[in-house]
């Protein structure tokens, strides 16, 4: 186990060599996770409505997505796919993250729509409101305020994820890390630097999500 001295000391010195793969983990997990809440709320939506066959599609993609591997779902579309349309790292990287959260965030959305009282609904509609209209302004609102504490759970994981982008070469906070351990034969201390980032940027999304409740709740 290196010294605290000696951490202190090689996360200064690798500090410009952490910067650009900090930002690109940071760019990876903002994509990823508007890419899944936008995945995530349309699979929500098709699964409590009416559409005929809505909801068997939305279980197929919810079951086969939170059955299978991270991993294997980043590696399917990174090199599955590069000789039909050939994503990059990047995006392989964003998309397979985006894609397996959003089952997780649809399942969020769907628990807060159905928490809605079937009174507001009622309400809604026998004020001359469409179906349509009554979830966009009534339901879906109160849902997603509902879903802000789950839903900063599920970024907090994309964020921690994100790390499996090595695995495709992708010049990561992990990566990084696993670049200088390599050539320093100094593993632990490089694997307690990366936590360390992780775990700064993880309690300041926590604080961040933390003051969105409170300002919610003081709307309320």
């Not at 796919?81 to 050939?86: E, G, H, L």
């Not at 966009?136 to 964020?159: D, E, M, V, Y």
């Not at 775990?199 to 709740?217: C, D, H, N, P, S």
């Amino acid at each position: 186990m290196p010294s605290f001295t000696h951490l202190l000391e090689e996360f200064f010195r690798t500090l410009p060599f952490f910067m650009k793969p900090l930002l690109l983990t940071f760019e990876l997990t903002i994509a990823s996770v508007i890419v899944g809440t936008v995945i995530g709320l349309l699979v929500a939506l098709l699964k409590v409505s009416k559409i005929p066959g809505g909801q068997l599609l939305a279980n197929v993609y919810i079951t086969i997505i939170r059955g299978t591997p991270l991993i294997v779902q980043i590696f399917v579309l990174y090199f599955g796919f590069y000789k039909v349309i050939d994503l990059g790292q990047f995006w392989s990287a964003a998309l397979a993250l985006a894609v397996h959260s959003g089952a997780y965030i649809a399942e969020i959305f769907r628990g807060a729509i159905q928490s809605i009282d079937r009174g507001q609904r009622e309400a809604g509609l026998s004020l001359g409101m469409s179906t349509r209209q009554t979830m966009r302004r009534i339901i879906l609102p109160q849902a997603l305020k509902r879903s802000i504490p789950p839903l900063g759970n599920q970024f907090i994981l994309s964020l921690k994820e994100s790390s499996l982008a090595a695995f495709i070469a992708m010049d990561e906070l992990f990566s990084m890390a696993r670049r200088l351990s390599a050539e320093t034969f100094d593993e632990m201390t490089f694997f307690l630097i990366v936590a360390l980032y992780y775990l700064v940027i993880v309690m300041l999304f926590t604080y961040l999500v933390g003051k969105m409740e409170q300002r919610l709740a003081k709307g309320d």
